[in-house]
Nanobody, 125 residues
């Protein structure tokens, strides 16, 4: 049974930093594309960042809204994927989700079969 658990969310002031963690059981992040999405109240879930499988040789990809501020990385030994978020803005406030289980450069929520429960990030101005 595949389970993803996010952690690390919280309240931070604008300009601050947070790291979000996604831990997996029942699946290896190294073998699949893993992505972070976020969903703000009243808005659709949107793509943030992705990391393809260890063997793909593809660079991480980011939405333009977070490029240069967010960094996605993987710890294969711990089977976790981290989203480091710097220079946070109030518009980054949302519930953040990690997703995995597919291969390739994918950025649509429907492309991913496995999801975590989400973690709230709130950025105050």
């Amino acid at each position: 049974q595949v389970q993803l658990v996010e952690s690390g969310g919280g309240l931070v002031q604008a300009g601050g930093s947070l790291s979000l963690f996604c831990e997996a059981s029942g699946i290896s992040f190294s073998s699949y594309t893993t992505a972070w999405f976020r969903q703000a109240p009243g808005k659709e879930r949107e793509f943030i960042a992705l990391l393809t499988s260890f063997w793909s040789g593809t660079d991480p990809a980011y939405d333009d809204s977070v490029k240069g501020r967010f960094t996605i990385s993987r710890d294969a030994a711990k089977n976790t994927v981290t989203l480091r978020m710097d220079s946070l803005k109030p518009e980054d406030t949302a519930v953040y989700y990690c997703a995995t289980g597919s291969r390739g450069v994918l950025w649509k929520p429907a492309d991913f079969p496995y999801w975590g429960q989400g973690t709230q990030v709130s950025v105050s101005s």
